[in-house]
Nanobody, 123 residues
Framework: QVSVSESGGGSVKAGDSLKLSCVIS????????LAWFRQAPGEQELVAAISPDGTSTYYADFPQGRFHIFRDNARNILYLQMGNLKPEDAGFYYC?????????????????WGQGTRVIVSS
């Protein structure tokens, strides 16, 4: 059984940093595309994605270089380092995983999801 569990969210002030973590078990982690999504009205909005081997990444426009996605294939953990946070970055952030040979960027391509971790950014 696949388990996806996020942590690291919290309430911070604008300009602060947060590091989200996602522990995944029950699938072959090094063979999975991984991603962070954010809940937007009516959809899951991609924040960032990373290829199975970690060599390729993809970011949405809104982080504008402030976020960094990376993975530890030895420990089965996905991370999202968020810097210089802005109030508009707030929301529920979800980790997603899917066995794949390449980086996946669409929410519909991911079948394994966590419960989400909340990020609150005050101005």
């Amino acid at each position: 059984q696949v388990s996806v569990s996020e942590s690291g969210g919290g309430s911070v002030k604008a300009g602060d940093s947060l590091k989200l973590s996602c522990v995944i078990s029950g699938l072959n982690f090094p063979d999975a595309s991984l991603a962070w999504f954010r809940q937007a009205p009516g959809e899951q909005e991609l924040v960032a994605a990373i290829s199975p081997d970690g060599t390729s990444t993809y970011y949405a426009d809104f982080p504008q270089g402030r976020f960094h996605i990376f993975r530890d294939n030895a420990r089965n953990i996905l991370y999202l380092q968020m810097g210089n946070l802005k109030p508009e970055d707030a929301g529920f952030y979800y980790c997603a995983a899917e066995p794949a040979v390449r980086l996946l960027t669409k929410a519909s391509e991911y079948r394994r999801w966590g419960q989400g971790t909340r990020v609150i950014v005050s101005s």
